[in-house]
């Protein structure tokens, strides 16, 4: 079963269970996959419905920010359990021994030595995780790693 699949058949049953927020970030989800497969005029595939999933995990990361900042708990609350369920539609992310060495790797091939060469190595990094690990959680063992700190 697909993720849009999985995805339907979950909306089917939160609509039974009546869990409206479950059912609030499944239509949300749907919609956001249907407007991409508009944009990119053909059906999506499984690493493009991936990649919408974690960009509106990113969403709602930076509004959980926003939340956290205005001290509003009720919301804060609110966006943990949406990015709670987008989350479940991703497989794992990699464990943090298995990136640091895939980053150590890349890092020794490209000969990157210098705070400077971060950009650089990132996008090397991304590229060979795909969608398994979080940007975020990538730079730091960059920076790390490129600024002697090991």
Known sequence: MNI????????????KSK????????????TAMKNKEIEAMHPLSEEETQAVIRSMIKQGKDALTD?????????IERQTGEIAILERYLPPAMPEAELEAICQKVITEMGAVSPSDIGKAMGSVMKVVGGRADGSAVRTIVQRLLSGNQ
């Open 67 to 75: 939340f956290t900042t205005a001290g509003r708990q009720d919301l």
């Open 4 to 15: 849009s699949e999985k995805i339907n058949a979950d909306l089917k049953e939160a609509m």
């Open 19 to 30: 869990n409206e927020l479950e059912l609030a970030v499944l239509r949300l989800m749907r």
